[in-house]
């Protein structure tokens, strides 16, 4: 069963000569074999390729890093000569001709590429319901969504089809997944992590990270990605400390926040519940927490849902039939080529939010809509700034309910924009956020604690997140068990 | 009725940087397509620009050479719009953080006056103020075919710098001499190959026409496909004379974007229907803004090379050049640099002016050479020069002789003795061909004891005619005099 | 009413995105409701404040003028839905 340990203890089996990778990538391959079908959380899976990838290891490359060990990647990461399709039909049968930079990093340390995991198209959602791959199923209840957009990444950890994953989140994609999936997922803070390769949803927003089993986990995984990447004007020339040994020091003293309007209505009763018992967790660890406000989080969906789809409207303009992806077969003209290759391309959710940005960035309403929602950006960033004088970190909960059931919200766009409430304004102010396992649902779904830092203080979130985990046993509880 | 006619220039210059703006592949012209491109200027999905350097430099060296105010902060933005030649559906292009604002440029302007046969030409100075220049990228470069379009991106992300007039020129003239006058300044910097067929440089023109006393502008027409300076020209006179045509009708200009067809010396609506912009500028996000520090304006300033206006007064000042002709050798700037490479090599600056205006450039032109290709030393130039002063051959000679040297490459004194051109002083030799020419031309050495002293310039003629001009045309004309003063 | 249906017409245009009539119907009640609810931000006074469009304080970030290798042009065109000799081929583009 080595499908269900952590990276970190197999690297150790590994060290120690008692399995091969090929042992590991076995394991995987029947676990994927017994339960995808039902999980549906992978996008391209090649069984055969990844044998072949475990095979070619070379015994040269570094033992150190991630030699031997599996690793899943979301649809929207760029995989030289792989399908990459952001489970979107417009990008179908699309194989890039490079790598994005986490790929190559972790090539170069000898990471084995198993395939790729199912996501929202283009990461345009939050229950992986609109992938043209068809939705990926939570593994605590196959009848619930697993959250999104890096749905099929954190099912994938969640039902033991990997060992760890990559994810992308841009308001709340890796967090709010781990969460209803019960795992940890870990967005960095903007810059970080190179973007290169990983096609953008929203520039200012977007950011790779991992969604393992457990916190040493990210952290080994956050450290092997991270750093400046040349080809990435945005990322940043700030050192990558050694999170794996840093986090294990205690957590006593450290200031913690919690901001009121992370309990308020409409906040399930469970979640608060859970969130409240790991606050008084932390306290026992020896921190501080003291309330907060941040006062300016009822805007942040308003915020997000304008600087994202104006963004993404333009990001999403070059998948037009010309160079990659599909084209629309019945055309006329170049016009008649672009708005039948787009309508036939993308799905619903995608041509709502293209339409929404391109709305809000053109002429007579730019200042009304676009304008107006950096301006409030800079506002939430101050109630953050304002924030971190005062604390080390902030906890709340990741997501205001546990995972909902497929189909419940589809039709409905504004309520699912409103379940990343507690996620995006991460996002917006560009700081780093962790959410990890911290109770169950008399259902038996899980719920997420968010732990967000200081900009590139991905330590801190990690160390507190270290602790408590050391401290409850909520992440080594398996669905079905 | 009297209009004035209003335009502006719109200028696309490809810098001369060895790598495109935001990726690292290769600018150079003529390769085969789509071998000079990455998944960057590709804008394949997941890419990422990172801005060349060089290219910021280039574009601050002009944005400082047409007396702009660089900005402190500048920022790029995304330009939306739909097009196969546009990869990534959008333009990183600047909108309203450009490089540098508010420049001008001067020309000089003939103005006559009074009538036909004592027209006099005052040259005066006008300035064209300078609205903006910015920096994007290029887009690719389309082909059509019968049923099709054809596409190559390797010009795709070639750094380009977009210079923007105001509507400050009052005549095709004046369209034309900006540009030429731009195109020096641009040559100076080295900034640019400044070719319009290889399309490294691109103008677009707005013209507009009213009446004399009115403020307002007239509607404007915008005008493509220029592919020549005399191009633009052409079409502007083309344009003023619709318009002009269109208004003594009674008739409204319709505000659109015509083609010049340079075969028909026409211009033409586009036929494709163009819909009302609407390019949706935002903040480019995946590049950080750019703050111009100081020190880096200081380097760039203190490279700046010698600007065209400034050599043209320092020409006059330390060669003793007129005007006229100083204007003529620093237009250009490799004209510049070979006078000054003559002058420091023969002592009579005016002499290697009047040399390279008339002779040199009269060969240039016949022979469609440029003055970097052409086959003349300074050396050899400023040496046949001395050889006049010291009366080794005569000018008469020295004409044919420069060309010799041109279609040899050989060395002038090489040359004089290999053919014999020397000047013949020898008075023996000298006072054989005049009696000579005496006795053939009795009617014409009469006239001139007569006293038509004109018929002396006859005489001297056939002499230099009988030495293959080589005789000393002073010398003949001495000896003539005294011998038929004898005769006298 | 934030957005009407001939709004939603013209900006899905802009966007190159045909839409059915039901399409058009459908979208125009659910970005009216969305945009009802972002009509929230007109409640702030933000005439003050500077957008962030950055939200990291980075600048000036350049490479060097220096050459790298370009793709190979089979890599450049595998992915092309239509091509010819090397080129990216589409339905012919009137310009003149």
Known sequence: MLNTLTAHELINLLSKGDILPIDICNSIINKIEKQEKSLNALAHFDKEKALERCKNLKESVNKGGLWGIPIFIKDNISVKDELTTC?????????????????????????????????????????????????????????????????GSAAAVAGDEAIFSLGSDTGGSIRQPASLSGVVGLKPTYGRVSRYGLIAFASSLDQIGPITKDVEDAAILLKAISGRDEMDSTSADIPVSDYVSNIKKGIKGLKIGIPKEYFIEGVDKEVKGSIKLAIEELEKLGAVCEDTSLPHTEYAVSVYYLVATAEASSNLARFDGVQYGMRSENITSIIDMYKKTRKEGFGDEAKRRIILGTFALSSGYYDAYYSKALKVR????????????????????????????????????????????????????????????????????????QILGKPFDEETILRIAWNYEQNTEWHKRKPGS | MDYEIVIGLEVHLQLNTKSKVFCGCSTDFGSAPNTQVCPVCLGFPGSLPVLNRRALELGAKVSIALNCQ?????????????????????????????????????????????????????????????????????????????????????????????????????????AYLYLTALKSILEYLDVSDCNMEEASLRCDANISLRKKADKKLGTKTEIKNMNSFKGVKAALEYETKRQMGLLEDGKRIIQETRLYNTEKGVTEPMRSKEEAHDYRYFPEPDLAPFNFEKSFLK????????????????????????????????????TADYFEKCASLYSNPKTIANWLIGDVFAYMKANNVSIKDLNLKESYLSGMLRMIDSGVITGKVAKTLLIEIIQTGKDPGKLIKEKGLEQISDVKLLEAATDQVIAENPKSAEDFKNGKDNAIMFLVGKVMQKTKGRADPNK???????????DA | MAINRDTVKYTANLARIELSDKELEHFTGQLDRILAYVDKLNTLNVSDLEPTSHVLDMKNVYRDDVVKKSLPVADVIKNAPSKENNLFKVPKIIET
């Not at chain 2, 330390?318 to 003529?328: F, N, V």
């Not at chain 2, 005099?481 to 004898?486: E, P, Q, S, T, V």
């Open chain 1, 87 to 151: 489970s979107s039909k417009i990008l179908k049968g699309f194989k890039p001709p490079y790598n994005a930079t986490v790929i190559e990093k972790l090539i170069d340390i000898g990471a084995v590429l198993m395939g790729k995991t199912n996501m929202d198209e283009f990461a345009f959602g939050s229950s992986t319901e609109t992938s043209c791959y068809g939705p990926t199923r939570n593994p605590w209840d196959l009848e619930r969504i697993p959250g999104g957009s890096s749905g």
């Open chain 2, 70 to 174: 660089i900005a402190e902060k500048i920022r790029f933005d995304r330009k939306n719009y739909f097009y196969p030649d546009l990869p990534k559906g959008y333009q990183i292009s600047q909108f309203d953080q450009p490089l540098a604002q508010h420049g001008k440029l001067s020309i000089i302007v003939g103005n006559s006056r009074g009538r036909s046969l004592q027209k006099i030409v005052d040259k005066t100075e006008k300035k064209i103020r300078i609205r903006r220049v910015h920096l994007e990228e290029d887009t690719g470069k389309l082909f059509h075919q019968k049923d099709s379009s054809l596409i190559d991106f390797n010009r795709c992300g070639i750094p380009l710098l977009e210079i923007v007039s105001e509507p400050d020129m009052n005549s095709p003239e004046e």
């Open chain 1, 378 to 449: 800079t506002l939430i960033k101050i109630d953050f700034d304002r924030a971190f004088e005062k604390f080390d970190a902030i906890v709340t909960p990741t997501s205001p309910t546990a995972a909902f059931k497929i189909g419940e919200k589809i039709s409905d766009p504004l309520t699912m924009y409103l379940s990343d409430i507690f996620t995006i304004s991460a996002n917006l102010a560009g700081i780093p956020g962790i959410s990890i396992p911290c109770g169950f649902t008399k259902n038996n779904l899980p719920i997420g604690l």
């Open chain 2, 476 to 486: 003949v004309n001495e000896i003539l005099r005294n011998k038929l003063k004898g």
């Open chain 2, 299 to 334: 380097s760039i300033e203190k490279n700046m090379p010698e600007l065209p206006e400034h050599k043209k007064n320092r020409f006059i000042k330390d060669y003793q050049l007129s005007g006229y002709d100083a204007g003529i050798i620093v237009s250009d700037k490799n």
